[in-house]
DNA sequence: GTAACTGCAAACTCTTTGCATAATT
DNA sequence: AATTATGCAAAGAGTTTGCAGTTAC
């Protein structure tokens, strides 16, 4: 950790001991922007830090979502992923390739007129993304 | 099974061989609208039909789903559920009690410009439901 | 009669937990 | 120094699979 990360401010900022799993999950996390798995996360972290385990892993995120640092996503085949973009947008479940791509939604997409409430809301969709269309 | 039920009817429209389960599984899911898990599907259908086994509440759920008559949906926390209501529409899942309900969501919710290919939307929410509210 | 499905049990995968060690404040 | 987190291994839950027997067409 040579410098001052992204993941490292934000977490100071929230008040939660930093730690190194703790701060390179959350790199990780915020640099891919590919919405990993835990399993994901552990195998490009645990070459350069070896001491990692998965169950780390797991506990890292796990925290991290309870401080309403990350979004736990539950893909339509189960995965279990995580965004660290908090802002409202959609999530592209590419049927082809698997992967997860972003996209723009409406901010006033709610239209119910019950009395819930609502929040949290994320955009689930599959589909085909650019690169598997054109194939 | 005395009279033909709704999902005895889909069932026999889509082609599929018609069996004890997958009506049972379907109509248990139709009538209930509760988004059931198969967990929760099995116990309420094993008393009428004591030779179900959950494996088939498994494979049965993931032939409809292949299908198209059914939704799966997954949970923030996790849990496979399934919805039978094909038209676009929210979940919220009630932080206080668990249960989920259906919210109206808007038609043209996606506004993005992207040339990704976008269908089967889900729109989950966590938030409280009104009965919890009212607490 | 043939092909497809069920039901059981066993296997597998993903996730959580308990606890001794280590690191942060 | 006290508290909190890690890392390992083992346990647990949820899901899938193989196969013999059964059912639908």
Redesign the pocket.
């Known amino acids: 950790m040579a410098e001052v990360t992204e993941a490292e401010r934000i977490l100071r900022n929230s008040g939660?001991?930093?730690?190194?799993?703790?701060v390179e999950v959350y790199d990780y996390i915020l640099s891919k922007r590919t919405h990993p798995?835990?399993?994901e996360i552990y195998d490009n972290l645990k070459d350069v830090?070896p001491?990692?385990?998965?169950?780390?892993v797991?506990?890292?995120t796990?925290?991290l979502v309870d401080e309403h640092l990350l979004l736990r996503l539950n893909s339509p085949n189960?995965?279990?992923r995580f965004d660290g973009t908090l802002k409202m947008h959609g999530h592209l479940y590419c049927e082809v390739c698997g992967n997860v791509y972003d996209f723009d939604v409406r901010d006033d997409l709610v239209s119910d007129e019950s009395d819930l409430v609502i929040k949290n809301i994320i955009v689930t969709a599959s589909g085909i993304c650019s690169d598997c269309r054109c194939d």
């Open positions: 939660i001991r930093i730690t190194r799993p703790r798995t835990c399993e830090s001491s990692l385990s998965l169950a780390t797991y506990n890292v796990e925290r189960g995965e279990r």
